[in-house]
T-cell receptor, first 113, second 117 residues
Framework: SQKIEQNSEALNIQEGKTATLTCNYT??????LQWYRQDPGRGPVFLLL?????KEKRKERLKVTFDTTLKQSLFHITASQPADSATYLC????????????FGSGTQLTVLP | GAVVSQHPSRVICKSGTSVKIECRSL??????MFWYRQFPKQSLMLMAT?????????EQGVEKDKFLINHASLTLSTLTVTSAHPEDSSFYIC?????????????FGPGTRLTVL
């Protein structure tokens, strides 16, 4: 069965450091991989999308890599700030018209001042 | 752009009653909307895919007669939890699919916290 794993349930880092979150998947061939941020009691907020034929995507302090051989995506936040503290979700969608998303369980990031 | 709203943000109801949740795309038209459920400290689980003008497609294990979905216009989808029970208490989130050049993603509403007493 399809499985999406995010490396750890919780990650604490010091302000200013780079946070690296991992998303691994099995039994899946996604066309897109996406990262979302979710704050407590709120819906997810879209951050970045990367396609299967792309290796890296950047947006301001965020960087996403996508290795379809390893079946892994890495999500980096550079120069992290306490305001970056949230749960980060990776989500995969297959090719096809529906573009349904399957979510990982999320990693709760805490950036310590 | 791509703002999605949900109403109400939270609702408390008695067991056996029905609850309707609205999902609106405010600044765009959404031919496809999705409904998710999220339990505490768990990820989002897709319940159903809602297409404007047609019947919703439900995921395995989701009862279509219990979770009624109506997508009557390009900006509104509703989820009605019928005869709600305490085990239906959860965080319900909708999303709308946005298709633009070089991107195809979903924008989520803020969620509705349902508590069934």
């Amino acid at each position: 069965s399809q499985k999406i794993e995010q490396n750890s349930e919780a990650l604490n880092i010091q302000e200013g450091k780079t946070a690296t979150l991992t998303c691994n998947y099995t039994n899946y061939s996604p066309a897109y991989l996406q990262w979302y941020r979710q704050d407590p009691g709120r819906g997810p907020v879209f951050l970045l999308l990367i396609r299967e034929n792309e290796k890296e995507k950047r947006k301001e302090r965020l960087k996403v890599t996508f290795d379809t051989t390893l079946k892994q995506s890495l999500f980096h936040i550079t120069a992290s700030q306490p305001a970056d503290s949230a749960t980060y979700l990776c989500a995969l969608s297959p090719s096809g018209s529906a573009r349904q998303l399957t979510f990982g369980s999320g990693t709760q990031l805490t950036v310590l001042p | 752009g791509a703002v999605v709203s949900q109403h109400p943000s939270r609702v408390i109801c008695k067991s056996g009653t029905s609850v309707k949740i609205e999902c609106r795309s405010l600044d765009f038209q959404a031919t496809t909307m999705f409904w998710y459920r999220q339990f505490p400290k768990q990820s989002l689980m897709l319940m159903a895919t809602s297409n404007e003008g047609s019947k919703a497609t439900y995921e395995q294990g989701v009862e279509k007669d219990k979770f009624l979905i109506n997508h009557a216009s390009l900006t509104l989808s509703t989820l009605t939890v019928t005869s709600a029970h305490p085990e239906d208490s959860s965080f319900y989130i909708c999303s709308a699919r946005v298709r633009r050049v070089n991107t195809d993603t979903q924008y989520f509403g803020p969620g509705t916290r349902l508590t069934v007493l």
